[in-house]
């Protein structure tokens, strides 16, 4: 088993950064990767970015050149900085730990992006 416990959310204007963070523990060894995804009041959850095992990411179109994911292999942590900050973009972010039959979820930060 994997859990994941995000962090870093807030409140911040447009055109502003932030970073969140999801710190992993458990089976962390089992992992695939490491994913973020966000769902805005109303609307489904949508894929962000991803990292995976060997390191490799992938952004959605809308964050690309905009947000970053990285990890801390030290810290079983994976960021996500986020910059250039959009106010449609405010939603609750989520990790997701990608294992061989299923994925783990955190519980969501909370991103307001103000106009």
């Known amino acids: 088993q994997v859990q994941v416990l995000e962090s870093g959310g807030g409140l911040v204007q447009a055109g502003g950064s932030l970073r969140l963070s999801c710190a992993a523990s458990?089976?962390?060894?089992?992992?695939?990767?490491i994913a973020w995804y966000r769902q805005a009041p109303g609307k489904q959850r949508d894929f962000v970015a991803r990292?995976?095992?060997?390191?490799?990411?992938t952004y959605s179109d809308s964050v690309k050149g905009r947000f970053t994911i990285s990890r801390d292999n030290a810290k079983n942590t994976v960021y996500l900085q986020m910059n250039s900050l959009k106010p449609e973009e405010t939603a609750v972010y989520y990790c997701?730990?990608?294992?061989?039959?299923?994925?783990?979820w955190g519980q969501g930060t909370q991103v307001t992006v103000s106009s």
């Open positions: 990292i995976s095992r060997s390191g490799t990411t």
């Open positions: 997701a730990a990608h294992l061989v039959q299923s994925t783990t």
């Open positions: 458990g089976s962390i060894f089992s992992l695939n990767g």
